[in-house]
C-alpha cells in the first residue's frame, strides 16, 4: 500500500473509533481528515485520467500539445541559444586546442567514389578509346588502391595546415554556422518530441512525482483533522 491507501485507511478507522464509542471529537476529526484525503486524493486521480462530466480532469492529456511545446521552448530557449552557441564553439576553438584533427574522420571516409569518378572521366575522355588497346576499364584498377591512398593522404595534410585550419575556425565562429546548428537541434528535439504519446507524458510526470503525490494526501488528512477539531472545539 502507498501512502495515500494507508492515510485513508487510518482517517476511516479514526473515524469508526469515534462513532463506535460516541466520541464526537474524534469522530469529528476522523471525518474532516478523511474529507480532505479523499479530496486530495481525487485532486491527484483527475490530474492523470479524465473523469466524464467533471471539466478539468485529465488535465496532462488534454494539454498534451502544450506540454511538448513547454519542453521545446524550455530546451532551445534555456540550453540551446544561439548565444549560447556562439560562446561554446567561440571558446572551445579559443583553448588550448590550437588546431581540430581530422586525420580521424579522414582515415574512416571511403575515397573509392572519387576513384570511380576519375575512371568515368577517363573513360569519357579522349584517351578512353585507347583503353581498349591495354584491356579497357579494368585497366585501371590495380590503380584504385595507390589512388585512394595518396588523395586521402593529401587531404589529410592540406587539413593541418595553417590556412585551411583558419578557415574552418573562421566558419565555426560564424553566425551562420551558429544558426545552422540552432535550427538542427530545434528539428531534432521536435523529431523527438514527436514520438512521445499522451499516455508516454503521463507515465513520465507520474514516475517523476508519484513518491511525492502521497504526502499531498498525507498533509490533506492532517489540516482536515485540524479543521475537524478546531471546528468541534469552536462550537462547544
Do not use: C
Not at 511525492?212 to 469552536?234: K, M, R, S
Amino acid at each position: 500500500m502507498n501512502k495515500a491507501d494507508i492515510t485513508n485507511l487510518i482517517t476511516v478507522l479514526i473515524m469508526a473509533y469515534g462513532y463506535s464509542n460516541s466520541n464526537d471529537l474524534i469522530f469529528m476529526v476522523g471525518l474532516f481528515a478523511l474529507s480532505g484525503a479523499v479530496t486530495n486524493t481525487l485532486a491527484i486521480y483527475m490530474l492523470f485520467e479524465k473523469i466524464p462530466f467533471l471539466y478539468g480532469s485529465g488535465v496532462i492529456e488534454n494539454k498534451f500539445k502544450d506540454f511538448k511545446l513547454s519542453i521545446h521552448k524550455l530546451i532551445m530557449q534555456e540550453f540551446f541559444t544561439k548565444d549560447k552557441l556562439n560562446s561554446f564553439f567561440k571558446e572551445d576553438l579559443d583553448s588550448n586546442k590550437k588546431t581540430i584533427d581530422f586525420k580521424g574522420i579522414l582515415e574512416k571516409t571511403d575515397f573509392s567514389k572519387a576513384f570511380d569518378s576519375l575512371k568515368e572521366s577517363v573513360v569519357e575522355s579522349p584517351f578512353g578509346g585507347m583503353l581498349g588497346m591495354f584491356g579497357g576499364v579494368n585497366a585501371l584498377e590495380p590503380l584504385k588502391e595507390p589512388f585512394v591512398n595518396k588523395l586521402r593522404g593529401s587531404i589529410i595534410d592540406i587539413s593541418n595546415t595553417q590556412s585551411f585550419q583558419d578557415i574552418v575556425s573562421s566558419a565555426l565562429k560564424s553566425q551562420d554556422f551558429s544558426d545552422d546548428i540552432y535550427e538542427k537541434l530545434s528539428l531534432m528535439v521536435d523529431k523527438r518530441l514527436d514520438e512521445l504519446t499522451p499516455k508516454m507524458v503521463k507515465d513520465i510526470i507520474n514516475n517523476m512525482i508519484k513518491e511525492h503525490l502521497g504526502w499531498l494526501v498525507l498533509w490533506g488528512a492532517v489540516f482536515g483533522g485540524l479543521f475537524g477539531l478546531f471546528g468541534v472545539l469552536i462550537m462547544k
